[in-house]
C-alpha cells in the first residue's frame, strides 16, 4: 500500500469516473485502474463497485476511503510542520457553518481575508452542526463555526462570542405593542421555526428553553425567511442579535427583547486537535473580531495572538 494509492482511491470516489480521476492524477486511466486493483487485491476487498454508474465506493471501500483522506491528513500535518506551516497564512481555507451564523459572518469574513490575505482561497459552506463536525473529522473542512458546546472530546472548541435570542413580531400581532416578551409568554404561543420544513411550533410543548435550544428549532434554517413569513402571515419568530443590524430600519420595532429569563447562545469555532495552521486560525479571528461587536466577544478572543 502506498500514499498515491490511497490518493488515487480518494479521486475516484471524488470523481465517479476512472478517466476524469486519471485525468486529475495526471495518469492514464489503465494505470489508475492497475494501481487501485493493486490495492484491492492487498487488502483482499472490494473498494468500488465498477458496474454502478457513476462508480461508487462499497460499504468497506467507504470506510478505507475515509480512513485514507485522515492518512493523508496526517502525512500533510507532518510536511507543514516541516516547513513552519504554523506561520503560513496562504492557501486553500474551507470554513463550515451552520445556517444561523452565515449571513451575518460570510460577506465580513470574504471582505477581510482578501483585502488583508489575498493569499489565502476562503471557502465557506453552511451544513447542519452534526455534518459539520463529521467532516472536520475527516479532514473535508477546516474550521467549523456552530453553536457551544459542541459535546466532541476529539476537536478543539474555542468559544467567539455569546449573544442573547429576540422575537420578531409581526405588526398585526397583539405582541407588538409590548416593550419586551417573557419566556413564560413565549411558551405559550406558537411561533414560525424551520425544520423538516416552515410550520407554526407550539413553545407550550417546550419544557425548557435553554443555550444551543435554539439550533434544535431552526436547524438548517434562515433567519431572513423567517422574518419575511412572519411580515406576510403575521405571528412570531426567534432571530439572533447578531442579525438585527440585517434588518431593514422600518422594521425594527417589531423586534422585542425576551425577557425573564432571556435566552442565549455560544458561538465557537471547532477545529481537529492535530491542527496546526496557528497563523491561518489567528487571521479567522482577527476577522471575525471586525464583524462581531466586542461587547458579544469572549476573552479568549480578545487576545492579540492565541496559540495552539
Excluded at 152 to 168: G, K, M, N, Q, W
Excluded at 170 to 196: C, H, Q, V
Aim: aromatic letters at 6%.
Amino acid at each position: 500500500m502506498t500514499l498515491q494509492q490511497l490518493k488515487y482511491i480518494i479521486a475516484l470516489d471524488q470523481w465517479g469516473h476512472f478517466g476524469k480521476a486519471a485525468e486529475a492524477c495526471n495518469l492514464t486511466q489503465s494505470t489508475l485502474s492497475l494501481m487501485i486493483k493493486k490495492l484491492e487485491e492487498e487488502l483482499d476487498v472490494t473498494i468500488f463497485d465498477r458496474d454502478s454508474h457513476p462508480v461508487t465506493a462499497t460499504q468497506i471501500g467507504r470506510r478505507i476511503i475515509d480512513q485514507a483522506k485522515v492518512v493523508l491528513y496526517n502525512v500533510d500535518q507532518i510536511n507543514e510542520m516541516t516547513l513552519s506551516e504554523k506561520e503560513n497564512v496562504e492557501g486553500p481555507l474551507n470554513i463550515a457553518m451552520i445556517s444561523t451564523v452565515a449571513p451575518v459572518l460570510v460577506p465580513g469574513l470574504f471582505k477581510y481575508i482578501s483585502s488583508n490575505y489575498p493569499s489565502i482561497s476562503l471557502q465557506t459552506e453552511e451544513m447542519l452542526s452534526e455534518t459539520i463536525r463529521d467532516k472536520i473529522h475527516k479532514t473535508e473542512v477546516d474550521i467549523g463555526i456552530l453553536t457551544a458546546p459542541i459535546n466532541d472530546p476529539e476537536l478543539l472548541e474555542i468559544p467567539v462570542y455569546t449573544e442573547s435570542f429576540y422575537a420578531y413580531v409581526s405588526k398585526t400581532d397583539p405582541a407588538y405593542s409590548l416593550e419586551s416578551i417573557s419566556l413564560e409568554n413565549l411558551r405559550g404561543r406558537s411561533i414560525w421555526i424551520m425544520k423538516n420544513g416552515v410550520r407554526l411550533h407550539d413553545m407550550s410543548t417546550v419544557k425548557e428553553f435553554k443555550a444551543g435550544s435554539y439550533e434544535r428549532f431552526f436547524e438548517g434554517g434562515r433567519v431572513g425567511i423567517l422574518i419575511q413569513i412572519v411580515n406576510d402571515n403575521g405571528g412570531l419568530t426567534i432571530i439572533p442579535e447578531s442579525h438585527i443590524k440585517l434588518i431593514s430600519p422600518n422594521l425594527k420595532n417589531c423586534i422585542k427583547p425576551i425577557v425573564d429569563p432571556g435566552i442565549k447562545r455560544t458561538i465557537a469555532l471547532a477545529i481537529r486537535k492535530d491542527y496546526v495552521h496557528e497563523a491561518m486560525l489567528n487571521v479567522v479571528l482577527k476577522a471575525l473580531k471586525t464583524i462581531v461587536p466586542a461587547r458579544l466577544l469572549e476573552s479568549v478572543v480578545k487576545k492579540d495572538y492565541l496559540k495552539l
